[in-house]
């Protein structure tokens, strides 16, 4: 069955500080999509990045990165020198063609603060 | 402005009086979907459509249901709501009911069943 565990539930630093958030997944397809989202503490659900299964190159972008390692069936994201902005839960998600469609499951967050 | 809309954003209410939640995008998303959000488990997907008239349970469907009669429309309804369902519930939609497309979510409407 599909899983995916996030399991930091919060995390603290101190801004410019580095930080990982983990992403681990189970699933049995070989076709399969990850993704990240963000939700600030206003409440919206933000998209920040997807990655197919057949795409294992990790991406950068500003001070996010991605790290993505089916041997080890992580999508980890990384934030470089956080900022007080960053503080947020983070989402990970897995989405896959099901049987009537395709179902998303989203891992339960981790929440991070960034404090200045 | 491309958007997702829910309305009600807040409902108190008491529990078996039946309530409906609306949905509407307005960019043509063939794919939509409903989740809730609870502390310390994520978001759990509800129900979902892939197209107009076509619709199915995801991880949580029980206790309720949904219809897609036109494309933008996507209303979750509690036919007979019971203080489990008090929760923070988005409706999201994404183009080309394809997985790899992110989705687009609503502000989230949150209840709560007395």
């Known amino acids: 069955a599909q899983k995916v565990t996030q399991a930091q539930t919060e995390i603290s630093v101190v801004e410019k500080e580095d930080v990982t958030l983990d992403c681990v997944y189970e699933?049995?397809?070989?076709?399969?999509?990850l993704f990240w989202y963000k939700q600030p503490p206003s409440g919206e659900l933000v998209f920040l990045i997807r990655r197919n299964s057949f795409d294992e190159q990790n991406e950068i972008s500003g001070r996010y990165s991605w790290n993505f390692q089916k041997s080890t069936s992580s999508f980890n994201f990384t934030i470089t020198a956080s900022q007080v902005v960053d503080s947020a839960v983070y989402f990970c998600a897995l989405s896959e063609i099901d049987t009537g469609g395709f179902k998303t499951i989203f891992g339960a967050g981790t929440r991070l603060f960034v404090k200045a | 402005e491309a958007q997702v809309t829910q309305n009600p954003r807040y409902l108190i209410t008491v529990t078996g009086k039946k309530l409906t939640v609306t949905c509407s995008q307005n960019m043509n998303h063939e794919y939509m979907s409903w989740y809730r959000q609870d502390p310390g488990l994520g978001l759990r997907q509800i129900y979902y459509?892939?197209?107009?008239?076509?619709?199915d349970k995801g991880d949580v469907p029980e206790g309720y249901k949904v219809s897609r009669k036109e494309k933008r429309n996507f209303p979750l309804i509690l036919e007979s709501p019971s203080p489990n369902q008090t929760s923070l519930y988005f409706c999201a939609s994404s183009p080309l009911a394809v997985p790899y497309n992110e989705q687009f979510f609503g502000p989230g409407t949150r209840l709560t069943v007395l």
């Open positions: 699933t049995r397809d070989t076709t399969y999509y």
């Open positions: 459509s892939m197209n107009v008239e076509v619709t």
